[in-house]
């Protein structure tokens, strides 16, 4: 177990935290970063936060928190500090904490740790530009209000001037710190430039938020998205400059598209046979992956167990996870691997269960569907469907008094003419119409000994009944189609089918 960090002032277990920003609609990359603090706390028996970082008003979007929220329990992630659960450490809102952040910004100007800078965006862009021009080793902020007289600063702030507050770092040396998944990373202080902490709204950045409540609401240990590791050197120099001890700090591995090539889009791109691919976890939830399924893939995105267990449940997952075994190279995510582990999920529900879980999808796709009859024809497609998205597809001919239309040839077996699929189909009517009960067991053997006596291939016959109930070569197991559907319904299909071979033998 790794040893909490030895400072008075952290509480005695091991507090991690998701602290997303409500810019957006949840990315699936995001649920994997809260999915691994939070097995990480429950592994541990920690505590699980969850902070809204809602400072970025542009960025702000009402419908992202509930949003957020949603995902998580989705996911069946719960949290012991947060919004709607509350805890000892709150608000858990950062916009509601703004005076915490001012406190701290004016405890490091007064330290003489960080400074006012009242430089112009257009000078700040200005003399970027220049220095890519000159291609210069430092690119940013070129210190300019760094030496200011602090009580000429403080004055011209008063009188109103507009400014932001950055951090001074170190000019020379080097910043050294240890990630728990990439070991020791060290900087030159002289390639950092000097972080806003406070922007001039009075709003603090990213950066100062953060540190400042990651401290005062104890947390141990930040496992955070990758592409935050650069600012992670500042980010120490910030929490020497407050006097605090760092957390234990580790940069989960990048999610990459599933080619391996570049970053995880942040919208659907089209995968293989054009299907939209989801990346927003409401667009997985939409696509029928069940949570216990996205909950056991998601964790090997980028952690793994013994190189090659893949099929856990939610407690040997709890029960196994370790940072140590969190890879610190991206990871690609594999849409294929995902839809294969959800159907094992799918086969693996009670049929009551898999029922419950179709019937919004159905009713999503406009079928009147009841729940009675999905319960008994789970059996037929529960082998068949990798995503809850394909049941309407699958059963949809279930649900409709009449089929709608379809290519009358496809009626005609391999080998055969429509006169003698006439033939076939007219045959198996009148069996379909005799044999009793109208169920599985007796229908299998009577259409079996008709395909016998009449001397063509069981396929031969079962494809033409197949096709006038279903409307389609490709369907669910036929006796069980067959029972499910019953017998009404089932001869006027037929009935139907024979009309159709007859427009086709008339013109043929
Ligand atoms: N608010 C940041 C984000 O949403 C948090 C990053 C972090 O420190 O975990 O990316």
């Known amino acids: 177990m790794t040893q ?3 400072t008075n002032s952290q509480p005695n277990t091991f507090r991690v935290r998701f602290p997303p920003s409500p810019t957006g609609l949840m990315h699936v990359g995001g649920l994997r970063s809260a999915l691994f603090n939070w097995l990480f706390a429950r592994h541990h028996g920690g505590d699980f936060i969850l902070r809204i970082e809602d400072t970025d008003r542009r960025r702000y979007e009402p419908e992202a928190l509930s949003d957020i929220l949603e995902s998580l329990r989705w996911l069946g992630m719960d949290w012991d500090d947060g919004p709607e659960v509350g805890g000892g450490y709150g608000p858990y809102f950062q916009s509601e904490r703004l005076d915490l952040y001012q406190k701290y910004a004016d405890e490091l100007i007064e330290k003489g740790a960080a400074y006012y800078c009242f430089c112009s965006p257009e000078r700040l862009a200005r003399v970027r530009e ?6 210069d080793e430092f690119v940013g902020y070129d210190r300019f209000c760094r030496d200011l007289e602090p009580h000429q600063a403080a004055q011209r702030v008063g009188d109103g001037e507009t400014a932001v507050v950055r951090l001074k770092m170190p000019l020379d040396g080097q910043t050294t710190f240890q990630d728990l998944i990439r070991g020791e990373i060290s900087v030159e202080n002289s390639t950092q430039d000097d972080l806003v902490l406070l922007k001039s709204d009075g709003y603090p950045t990213y950066h100062l938020a953060n540190v400042v409540d990651d401290h005062l609401m104890g947390v141990t240990h930040i496992m955070r998205a990758e592409e935050w590791i650069s600012t992670a050197p ?3 120099q910030l929490y020497q400059a407050l006097g605090w001890q760092m957390p234990a700090i580790a940069h989960l591995p990048v999610v990459l598209d599933p080619s391996g090539k570049g970053k995880m889009s942040k919208r659907k ?12 976890v409401q667009d997985f939830r939409a696509a029928g992956y069940l949570p216990e399924a996205m909950f056991n893939f998601l964790a090997l995105v980028g952690w793994s167990y013994d190189g090659h267990t893949e099929l856990m449940t939610r407690e040997e997952i709890i029960e196994r996870f370790s940072v140590k075994h969190i890879n610190p190279a991206p990871a690609a995510f594999n849409y294929d691997k995902l839809d294969h582990m959800n159907g094992v999920y799918i086969r693996g529900l009670e049929a009551e269960d898999l029922a419950d ?3 919004p999808f159905l009713e999503e796709a406009g ?9 008994r024809l789970v059996p037929l497609v529960q082998e068949r469907m990798k995503r809850l998205d ?3 597809g699958l059963v949809d001919f279930f649900f409709v008094e009449e089929l709608p239309d379809y290519d009358p040839k496809l009626l005609i077996p391999k080998k055969m003419d429509a006169a003698g699929a006439y033939a076939l189909l007219d045959e198996a009517r009148a069996v379909l119409e005799d044999v009793s009960p109208f169920a599985h067991d007796p229908l299998e053997p009577a259409l079996r000994e008709l395909a016998e006596t009449m001397g063509v291939k069981v396929g031969q016959l079962f494809s033409p009944i197949r096709v006038a109930v279903c409307g389609r070569t490709v369907a669910p197991p036929l006796f069980g189609t067959l029972e499910v559907l019953g017998r009404e319904r089932v001869l006027k299909r037929v009935d139907s089918g024979l009309e159709k071979l007859k427009t086709l033998e008339q013109t043929e």
């Open 367 to 375: 079928l009147a569907a009841d729940r009675e009859t999905v319960v």
């Open 269 to 280: 791109k089209k995968g293989a046979g054009g299907r939209e691919l989801p990346v927003l």
């Open 130 to 135: 220049e220095q890519q021009r000159r291609k």
């Open 357 to 359: 879980r179709m019937m």
């Open 4 to 6: 909490l960090p030895e």
């Open 234 to 236: 500042r980010h120490v």
């Open 390 to 392: 394909e049941a309407p």
